[in-house]
Every structure is written in C-alpha cells, then in structure tokens.
C-alpha cells in the first residue's frame, strides 16, 4: 500500500491534530502496519489517552451500517488511495 511516512503534525489547540493523528494511525494501521511500529508524540498522557480512545471509537464507528465508508474516506483523504 502506498501511504506517505514520518510526518510531523503541529498546530494550535483546537485545530484538528487529534483528528489528523488517529487517521494517519489507522491508516498506518489499515496498510498493514504493525502498531507496535508506528509512534505517536503528544506532550500530556491525558492527549495520549484521546487519541486512543479517539481511535477505539472509529474502529467501533466502521462495524456500523456505512461505519467503514467514515472510516476509511479520511484516510483515503491524507494519502492511502489503495484501501
């Protein structure tokens, strides 16, 4: 699969990082990427805890009628064409 590495992601409070965090990790993660491989960097455990929870979430969301389409147009969006 063809999704674009190491990627630095910094911008303001309320800005969409977490969103823009949790898709590259599931689209890592969707190409075939073993998470113990991919690292995440945020500055508090309770962002970190977000992320993981934000993460979990979208999983469950894609089990849901239409769920997977939420799941993987983001995705698609920053840069893996091929899921």
């Not at 009628?65 to 920053?78: A, F, W, Y």
């Amino acid at each position: 699969m063809n999704f674009p590495y190491h990627r630095i992601i910094r911008a303001s409070a309320g800005s969409g990082k977490t969103h823009r965090l949790t898709t590259r990790y599931l689209g890592l993660i969707l190409s075939g990427e073993p998470p113990e491989s991919i690292l995440a960097v945020t500055f508090t455990r309770t962002a970190a805890g977000e992320i993981l929870e934000r993460i979990l979430e979208r999983f469950l969301d894609a089990l849901e009628e239409e769920g997977s389409k939420r799941l993987l147009d983001p995705v698609q969006k920053e840069g893996c064409e091929e899921l």
